[in-house]
């Protein structure tokens, strides 16, 4: 039994860990093949699984927009052209709904959070095994598929919408309108640092919040997945008792993807509504 435990911590470990790059122990630069030497490698390590899958996915995502943009017809519209159609209406009355002032960017930045963020938690519905089973056939020791399970990522993403919401809300305010904005309200000048301290922290919680909620919703379902992926290694005892748990497995995994495909939709709708909230509240001016 402690060897089987064993066995399911080191596949567990196995799956969670990513493909690290940075400065080694013994003073050279490489990849990380353990996860000790990923914590040593300390800040500047990268992780390349993340950074590649996020550009992948991020380019791919694009080229797709380009080229039905380029190609669209008038007439009727190929499957395709349909689906880009409806996004770009859905994206905009999301927009129209949540954005009450005038700013170009925030369309294509709306646009382009939902479907880079859905792309990357999509990733989660691949069979947990086949890509690092491939990597590792190459050489590669690790190699996470979903960017969003890793908080790298999805802080990466958030500080950019937090640094755009700074700088909207000095643009829009102008630098005495924003830090008054943060010094006087609620309770007035006589109560500043009150107000600083309670506007600081709900300043701060934004992006904070923005990448735990999504880091946190994709890295638990990716868990799930790894959990009902080694009650396929049940089968190994032949036994009726080991039939059953591997064939509870097929339902359990077929379930949890079906459920999963509202998270990842979800978590990917909720990343673009904040964000575009939060630009809602940059152009604002309070009285």
């Known amino acids: 039994m402690s060897s089987e435990a064993h066995t399911s911590a080191e596949y567990i470990k196995h799956h969670l860990q990513n493909l690290t790059f940075g400065h080694l122990p013994n003073g050279t630069w490489g990849v990380a093949h353990s996860a000790e030497q990923a914590k040593e490698m300390g800040f500047w390590a990268l992780n390349l699984d993340t950074f590649f899958m996020s550009l992948i996915l991020g380019a791919g995502f694009l080229l797709l927009f380009r080229s039905v943009a380029k190609s669209i017809t008038s007439g009727t519209p190929s499957g395709v052209q349909n689906f880009v159609e409806w996004a770009l209406e859905f994206i905009d009355s999301s927009v129209r709904g949540s954005f009450s002032g005038k700013n170009k960017l925030v369309g294509p930045l709306a646009l382009t959070i939902f479907f880079w963020v859905f792309t990357m938690n999509l990733m989660d519905l691949l069979p947990i095994d086949y890509v690092p089973l491939l990597m590792t056939t190459l050489g590669v020791p690790f190699f996470k598929i979903v960017p969003s399970t890793d908080p790298n990522a ?58 735990l909620r999504l880091f946190g919703n994709m890295y638990a379902g990716e868990m799930i997945f790894i959990l009902i992926a080694l009650m396929g290694g049940a089968w190994a005892g032949m036994t009726v008792g080991s039939a059953t748990l591997y064939g509870s497995q097929i339902f359990l995994s077929l379930g949890w993807a079906i459920f999963h495909i509202l998270i990842v939709t979800l978590q990917a709708f909720i990343f673009m509504t904040l964000t575009v909230v939060y630009m809602d509240m940059a152009h604002q001016e309070h009285h």
């Open 154 to 211: 999805t802080f990466g993403m958030a500080i950019g919408v937090f640094i755009l919401v700074l700088y909207y809300s000095v643009k829009m305010k102008g630098l005495g309108g924003f830090v008054g904005e943060l010094t006087l309200q609620p309770f007035g000048k006589w109560g500043m640092p009150v107000n600083l301290l309670l506007e600081g922290v709900n300043l701060i919680a934004k992006p904070i919040s923005l990448a």
